[in-house]
C-alpha cells in the first residue's frame, strides 16, 4: 500500500492499475485514501460483501461494531466532533439504514462532518419491496447535506471524493451513500482514487468582502458597549486563537452559545458566560443593552434568542457565518460577512483599534454577582439531597477542566454547561439542535477513539442513560476507557421542570422507574459506584477521575430541582428568571 496516501491531493492515488478489484474493495481504498482509519458499524446482508472485504483490511481500518445503528451515528459524531476529522458510519439496508437518520438529523443542524455508507439491495430489485428494502435516499434528504446512491461499481470513487469534500468543507454536515449489492460485487478495472478538490455549482468557501470587513470595523471602533456572542463556527474554523486575540485587542466582552463553548477560555477576563435559555444572567440581559451585536459562527436559534420581537431592537448587528443562508434568517443584520469565521477575524484584527471596554465588562460583572447569590451559591454549596450542580462544579475542579466532555440532554445537559469551566477547544460535545436523547454514551465512545490519550466523560440523565444502555457492549467489547457519570433523579427532569413551572405540576408520564445500573454495569464488566450522600462525593468523583478503566458512577440528586436561570417561552432574554416566581 502507498504510504503516501493523501498526501498529495493534486496526484490520483492509484492501486493495482493492471488488476481487478471489487466495489466492496474499492470503497474501502476511498477510505483509506481520505485518511479514515476507524469505522463505527453494525453488518447486515445488504453490505456484506464490503464487511468480507473489510476482514483483509484491518489493519488500516479499525472497525468499532456498536450496538445499534443511531450509537454508529453518534460515535462518528463524537470522533468528528474533537478531531475535526470526517466520522464514518456504516450499515446495512432497510432498518439499518434507518436507523441513523436521528444520527443525520442531529449532525445536520450541529453542522457535524460525517459520511454514513448504508447498503441497499441489487439494482435490479429497486422498488420491488424487496427484503429490507427502503428508499433510504428519498428519506434522508431532509437531514443531510448531500446524499447519493451508487447503483454500478465504476461510480464509488467519484462519488465517495464527492462525499468527502461535501462533508467536511464549508459549513459541515452530514452525507449519506446508498451502494447497491451488486455494486458491491462487480469488479472494477484500473481502480483509482482522486480527492475532490471543487464542485463547480458550490461554493464551499465565500470569498472575503474587505469592504464588509470595512464596515464592521467601523462599526466595532465606534461602540461603546460591544458584545461578541461567539458560537460553533469559531471552532470548526480552527479560529479560537483568533477570537481571544480578536476580543484582547478590541476589548469587546465575549460570551458563548451551547456549542460554541470552549472556544474562548472560560477563566479569560474577557468571557462574561453561557448564553441562552439556561445560561447565565448577564449574558441574557446586556444582549438588550449593549449597543452592537457581533455574532460570530452562530445563527440565533431559539433558545439564544428568547422572543425575536424582543431581541437586541437597540443594537446594529454584525454576522458572520459561511452559511449564506443564515443571514436574515432570523436576526435583521447590519453588516453581515459570509466569510469562513477564522478568515473575517484575521481581517477585523489588522481593521479594528486597540480599545478598552472595562465599564462595560463590570456590568456583566455586576450580574454576575447577583446569579452567584440568588442561585449559584445555593447550588453549588447546598444541604439537602445532592444537586447537579455541585456535583460538575466537583468535577471541573478535580479535572481542571482538562477533560473531554459529551453530555447528553436535558437538566444535566444544562448544568454542566453552567458550572463546567471549558478551558479548551473541542472539549464539549453536545447534541445541541436537535437535542437527541441518547447522544452521550455512543458519542463519548467515538471521541475517545478519536482521542485516546484525552481523558473523555459522559454525562447523562438516568432517562438518556436507557435511550443507549447498549453500547456498554461496546464499551466491554473494546474496552473504551470512557467515564460515565449518570446524575439520577428518577424522572424526565427537564420535562418534569417545564411540568411543574408552566403545567400545575401535572407530572404526566415523566416518572421513571429505574433499573439498578450497577448491576447492569457490573454484567458488563465495567467498575462502577452509586453515591447519595453528600459526604462521599468527593473521593468517588476523585476514583472516577483517577480510573485507568472504564468508570461508571451513578449520582443519586434530587428529583425536585430546577434549572435556573430560566428564560420562560414567549419571554424576551431580559426578562430571564433567577428563580421560580
Request: aromatic content about 6%; proline content about 4%.
Given at each position: 500500500?502507498?504510504?503516501?496516501?493523501?498526501?498529495n491531493k493534486?496526484?490520483?492515488i492509484?492501486t493495482?492499475?493492471?488488476?481487478?478489484?471489487?466495489?466492496?474493495?474499492?470503497?474501502?481504498k476511498?477510505?483509506?485514501?481520505?485518511?479514515v482509519?476507524?469505522?463505527f458499524?453494525?453488518?447486515?446482508?445488504?453490505?456484506?460483501p464490503?464487511?468480507?472485504?473489510?476482514y483483509?483490511?484491518?489493519?488500516?481500518?479499525k472497525?468499532?461494531?456498536?450496538?445499534?445503528?443511531?450509537?454508529?451515528?453518534?460515535a462518528?459524531?463524537?470522533?468528528?466532533?474533537?478531531s475535526?476529522?470526517?466520522?464514518v458510519?456504516?450499515?446495512?439496508?432497510?432498518?439499518?439504514?434507518?436507523?441513523?437518520?436521528t444520527?443525520?438529523?442531529?449532525?445536520?443542524?450541529?453542522?457535524?462532518?460525517?459520511?454514513?455508507?448504508?447498503?441497499q439491495?441489487?439494482?435490479?430489485?429497486?422498488?420491488?419491496?424487496?427484503?429490507?428494502?427502503?428508499d433510504?435516499?428519498?428519506?434522508?434528504i431532509?437531514?443531510?447535506k448531500w446524499?447519493?446512491q451508487i447503483?454500478?461499481?465504476?461510480?464509488?470513487?467519484?462519488?465517495?471524493?464527492?462525499a468527502f469534500?461535501?462533508?467536511?468543507?464549508?459549513r459541515?454536515?452530514?452525507?449519506?451513500?446508498d451502494?447497491?449489492?451488486?455494486?458491491?460485487?462487480?469488479?472494477?478495472d484500473?481502480f483509482?482514487y482522486?480527492?475532490?478538490?471543487?464542485?463547480?455549482?458550490?461554493?464551499?468557501?465565500?470569498?472575503?468582502?474587505?469592504?464588509?470587513?470595512?464596515?464592521?470595523?467601523?462599526?466595532?471602533?465606534?461602540s461603546?458597549?460591544p458584545y461578541?456572542?461567539?458560537?460553533?463556527?469559531?471552532l470548526?474554523s480552527?479560529?479560537s486563537?483568533?477570537?481571544?486575540?480578536?476580543?484582547?485587542?478590541?476589548?469587546?466582552?465575549?460570551?458563548?452559545?451551547?456549542?460554541?463553548?470552549g472556544?474562548i477560555?472560560t477563566?479569560?477576563?474577557?468571557?462574561?458566560?453561557?448564553?441562552?435559555?439556561?445560561?447565565?444572567?448577564?449574558?441574557?440581559?446586556n444582549?438588550?443593552?449593549c449597543?452592537?451585536?457581533?455574532?460570530?459562527?452562530?445563527r440565533?436559534?431559539?433558545r439564544?434568542t428568547?422572543?425575536?420581537s424582543k431581541y437586541?431592537?437597540?443594537a446594529?448587528v454584525?454576522?458572520?457565518?459561511?452559511?449564506?443562508?443564515?443571514?436574515?434568517k432570523i436576526?435583521?443584520?447590519?453588516?453581515?460577512?459570509?466569510?469562513?469565521a477564522?478568515?473575517?477575524?484575521?481581517?477585523?484584527?489588522?481593521?479594528c483599534?486597540?480599545?478598552?471596554?472595562?465599564?462595560?465588562?463590570?456590568?456583566?460583572e455586576?450580574?454576575?454577582k447577583?446569579?452567584y447569590d440568588?442561585?449559584?451559591?445555593?447550588?453549588?454549596?447546598?444541604?439537602?439531597?445532592l444537586?447537579?450542580a455541585?456535583?460538575?462544579?466537583?468535577?471541573?475542579e478535580?479535572?481542571?477542566?482538562?477533560?473531554i466532555?459529551?453530555t447528553?440532554v436535558?437538566?444535566?445537559?444544562?448544568?454542566?454547561?453552567?458550572?463546567?469551566?471549558?478551558?479548551s477547544p473541542?472539549?464539549n460535545?453536545?447534541?445541541?439542535?436537535?437535542g437527541?436523547?441518547?447522544f452521550?454514551?455512543?458519542?463519548?465512545?467515538?471521541?475517545?477513539?478519536?482521542?485516546?490519550?484525552?481523558?473523555?466523560v459522559?454525562?447523562?440523565?438516568d432517562g438518556g442513560f436507557?435511550m443507549n444502555?447498549?453500547?456498554?457492549g461496546?464499551?466491554m467489547?473494546?474496552?473504551?476507557p470512557?467515564?460515565?457519570l449518570?446524575?439520577n433523579n428518577?424522572?424526565l427532569?427537564m420535562?418534569?421542570q417545564?411540568?411543574?413551572?408552566?403545567?400545575?405540576?401535572?407530572?404526566?408520564?415523566?416518572?421513571?422507574?429505574?433499573?439498578d445500573?450497577?448491576?447492569?454495569?457490573?454484567?458488563?464488566?465495567?467498575?462502577?459506584?452509586?453515591?447519595?450522600?453528600?459526604?462521599?462525593?468527593d473521593q468517588?468523583?476523585?476514583?472516577?477521575?483517577?480510573?485507568e478503566?472504564a468508570?461508571?458512577?451513578?449520582?443519586?440528586?434530587?428529583c425536585?430541582?430546577?434549572v435556573f436561570?430560566m428564560v420562560p417561552?414567549?419571554?424576551?432574554?431580559s426578562?430571564i428568571?433567577l428563580e421560580?416566581n
Open positions: 500500500m502507498n504510504n503516501q496516501l493523501g498526501s493534486n496526484q490520483p492509484q493495482q492499475p493492471k488488476s481487478k478489484i471489487l466495489g466492496s474493495e474499492a470503497l474501502l476511498c477510505l483509506i485514501a481520505e485518511n482509519t476507524v469505522i458499524g453494525y453488518p447486515g446482508g445488504a453490505i456484506m464490503v464487511y468480507d472485504s473489510l483483509f483490511y484491518e489493519d488500516k481500518l472497525h468499532v461494531l456498536v450496538r445499534h445503528e443511531q450509537g454508529a451515528a453518534f462518528a459524531q463524537g470522533y468528528a466532533r474533537v475535526g476529522k470526517v466520522g458510519a456504516l450499515s446495512t439496508s432497510g432498518p439499518g439504514a434507518t436507523n441513523l437518520i444520527g443525520l438529523a442531529d449532525a445536520l443542524i450541529d453542522s457535524t462532518p460525517i459520511v454514513c455508507i448504508t447498503g439491495v441489487f439494482s435490479h430489485l429497486l422498488g420491488t419491496d424487496a427484503f429490507q428494502e427502503t433510504v435516499i428519498n428519506t434522508s431532509p437531514v443531510t446524499s447519493a447503483t454500478e461499481a465504476k461510480d464509488i470513487a467519484g462519488v465517495m471524493a464527492k469534500y461535501i462533508a467536511k468543507s464549508g459541515p454536515g452530514p452525507v449519506l451513500i451502494i447497491t449489492k451488486n455494486a458491491q460485487i462487480e469488479p472494477i484500473n483509482e482522486k480527492p475532490c478538490l471543487s464542485i463547480a455549482t458550490y461554493n464551499s468557501k465565500p470569498k472575503l468582502q474587505l469592504d464588509k470587513v470595512a464596515k464592521a470595523a467601523t462599526l466595532i471602533n465606534s461603546k458597549r461578541i456572542l461567539a458560537g460553533q463556527g469559531v470548526l480552527d479560529a486563537k483568533e477570537l481571544v486575540a480578536f476580543s484582547e485587542k478590541t476589548g469587546v466582552p465575549v460570551a458563548c452559545t451551547l456549542l460554541g463553548l472556544a477560555p477563566e479569560h477576563p474577557n468571557y462574561v458566560g453561557y448564553l441562552g435559555m439556561h445560561g447565565n444572567y448577564g449574558p441574557n440581559v444582549t438588550n443593552n449597543d452592537l451585536l457581533i455574532a460570530i459562527g452562530m440565533f436559534d431559539d439564544v428568547g422572543n425575536v437586541a431592537k437597540q446594529k454584525i454576522h458572520i457565518d459561511i452559511d449564506h443562508a443564515e443571514i436574515n436576526i435583521k443584520t447590519d453588516v453581515a460577512i459570509v466569510a469562513d477564522k478568515d473575517a477575524l484575521v481581517a477585523l484584527i489588522e481593521n483599534k486597540k480599545n478598552n471596554h472595562a465599564d462595560w465588562i463590570e456590568t456583566f455586576q450580574f454576575k447577583v446569579e440568588k442561585v449559584i451559591n445555593n447550588e453549588i454549596h447546598s444541604t439537602g439531597t444537586r447537579m455541585e456535583v460538575i462544579n466537583r468535577l471541573s478535580i479535572s481542571k477542566g482538562e477533560a466532555i459529551v447528553d436535558g437538566q444535566h445537559q444544562m448544568i454542566t454547561s453552567r458550572y463546567y469551566q471549558y478551558k473541542r472539549t460535545v453536545t447534541s445541541g439542535g436537535a437527541s436523547m441518547g452521550s454514551l455512543p458519542a463519548s465512545i467515538g471521541a475517545k477513539f478519536a482521542l485516546p490519550k484525552q481523558k473523555v459522559a454525562i447523562m440523565g436507557q444502555i447498549q453500547e456498554l461496546t464499551v467489547q473494546y474496552k473504551v470512557v467515564k460515565i449518570i446524575l428518577n424522572f427532569g420535562v418534569r417545564w411540568q411543574e413551572l408552566f403545567h400545575e405540576k401535572r407530572y404526566s408520564s415523566t416518572e421513571l422507574q429505574n433499573p445500573f450497577i448491576k447492569i454495569s457490573e454484567g458488563y464488566g465495567i467498575m462502577a459506584k452509586r453515591v447519595d450522600e453528600r459526604e462521599h462525593l468517588a468523583l476523585k476514583e472516577f477521575w483517577e480510573s478503566t468508570f461508571l458512577l451513578e449520582v443519586v440528586v434530587g425536585q430541582h430546577n436561570p417561552s414567549g419571554a424576551g432574554v426578562e428568571l421560580k
